[in-house]
């Protein structure tokens, strides 16, 4: 049997994938197949079923939950960090009647920015324009999402709000919940449970042989050096990454359920997990 395990093209998801891209884990009769694209674009294709495994945003899974389920690992969580708005450093100094350039209306980042700043007015941006776009003055304000997030100071923006440090500091100190793995359902019980330990594997394999994982995950690093890249790499796949624990699912649970609260989501989610 063939599978598609999609995923982001950046480091921390690469990382992720180490075990499996390197034949490190063995996968027997199966065969996975692995495709790359921005956050964006995976939320929008796991509304068609596309693949059957694919990280997804959690604001996104809120809509999906009907046709996959979350692994129980891969989980991206900011724990005292997680995305950020940016300015020019003469630009606000708040989101007062300011449009913020966003890189995707399913982004978990910008369900959080909702709950931070109801009514905030938005544009819709690829990720990856949207510090330059800061930086030229061609918009107010950025959400950042993945390696902009330690880059942001070389181009000469200022942070108005890590949403990360707002969610940890509004919750007692849980993550923040951005994406996780998630797998079809109609794979079955069986098969889903057969690739969850695939994935972990691959997971753990990378934390355990950190130096190699590192050195291939920064060829999707987005010009960050090897330093950063392993920096960026541990902000985003560590213990929790390996396993929510109860923390972590207390998290996506308070996440979502805050998001249904203020009808940010059109309906509640019952947060369930692959055994």
Same mark, same amino acid.
């Given at each position: =049997?063939?599978?598609?395990?999609?995923?982001?093209?950046?480091?921390?998801?690469?990382? =992720?994938?180490?075990?499996?891209?390197?034949?490190?884990? @063995?996968?027997?009769?199966?065969?996975?197949?692995?495709?790359?694209?921005?956050?964006?674009?995976?939320?929008?294709?796991?509304?068609?079923?596309?693949?059957?495994?694919?990280?997804?945003?959690?604001?996104?899974?809120?809509?999906?939950?009907?046709?996959?389920?979350?692994?129980? $690992?891969?989980?991206?969580?900011?724990?005292?960090?997680?995305?950020?708005?940016?300015?020019?450093?003469?630009? @606000?100094?708040?989101?007062?009647?300011?449009?913020?350039?966003?890189?995707?209306?399913?982004?978990?980042?910008?369900?959080?920015?909702?709950?931070?700043?109801? %009514?905030?007015?938005?544009?819709?941006? @690829?990720?990856? *324009?949207?510090?330059?776009?800061?930086?030229?003055?061609?918009?107010?304000?950025?959400?950042?999402? $993945?390696?902009?997030?330690?880059?942001?100071?070389?181009?000469?923006?200022?942070?108005?709000?890590?949403?990360?440090?707002?969610? %940890?500091?509004?919750?007692? %100190?849980?993550?923040? @919940?951005?994406?996780?793995?998630?797998?079809?359902?109609?794979? %079955?019980?069986? =098969?889903?449970?057969?690739?969850?330990?695939?994935? $972990?594997?691959?997971?753990?394999?990378?934390?355990?042989?950190?130096?190699?994982?590192?050195?291939?995950?920064?060829?999707?690093?987005?010009?960050?050096?090897?330093?950063?890249?392993?920096?960026?790499?541990?902000?985003?796949?560590?213990?929790?990454?390996?396993?929510?624990?109860? *923390?972590? *699912?207390?998290?996506?649970?308070?996440?979502?359920?805050?998001?249904?609260?203020?009808?940010?989501?059109?309906?509640?989610?019952?947060?369930?997990?692959?055994?």
């Amino acid at each position: =049997m063939r599978i598609t395990v999609a995923h982001s093209p950046d480091s921390d998801d690469a990382f =992720m994938f180490y075990g499996l891209a390197s034949g490190a884990v @063995p996968t027997g009769d199966l065969e996975v197949d692995q495709v790359l694209a921005d956050i964006e674009t995976l939320n929008r294709a796991a509304f068609e079923g596309k693949y059957e495994v694919t990280a997804v945003s959690f604001h996104a899974y809120a809509q999906l939950a009907g046709r996959y389920a979350l692994l129980p $690992h891969g989980a991206s969580m900011g724990d005292g960090y997680g995305p950020v708005v940016v300015v020019r450093h003469d630009g @606000p100094s708040s989101l007062e009647g300011v449009t913020v350039a966003i890189p995707g209306t399913l982004t978990s980042a910008w369900l959080a920015l909702q709950m931070y700043r109801p %009514g905030v007015a938005s544009s819709v941006m @690829p990720f990856d *324009r949207i510090l330059e776009a800061v930086r030229d003055g061609e918009v107010e304000a950025g959400l950042i999402i $993945h390696e902009g997030q330690l880059t942001y100071a070389d181009e000469g923006l200022r942070l108005l709000v890590d949403l990360g440090v707002w969610w %940890g500091e509004r919750t007692g %100190g849980l993550p923040l @919940p951005l994406g996780g793995n998630v797998i079809r359902r109609d794979l %079955g019980p069986e =098969m889903m449970s057969r690739v969850s330990r695939l994935l $972990h594997a691959s997971i753990k394999h990378a934390l355990d042989h950190r130096d190699d994982a590192v050195r291939y995950a920064e060829q999707f690093g987005r010009g960050l050096d090897r330093a950063r890249t392993d920096r960026f790499v541990g902000m985003y796949v560590n213990q929790l990454t390996l396993d929510y624990g109860d *923390r972590g *699912r207390e998290a996506v649970r308070r996440f979502l359920g805050e998001a249904w609260d203020r009808r940010l989501i059109p309906a509640p989610v019952d947060v369930e997990f692959v055994r």
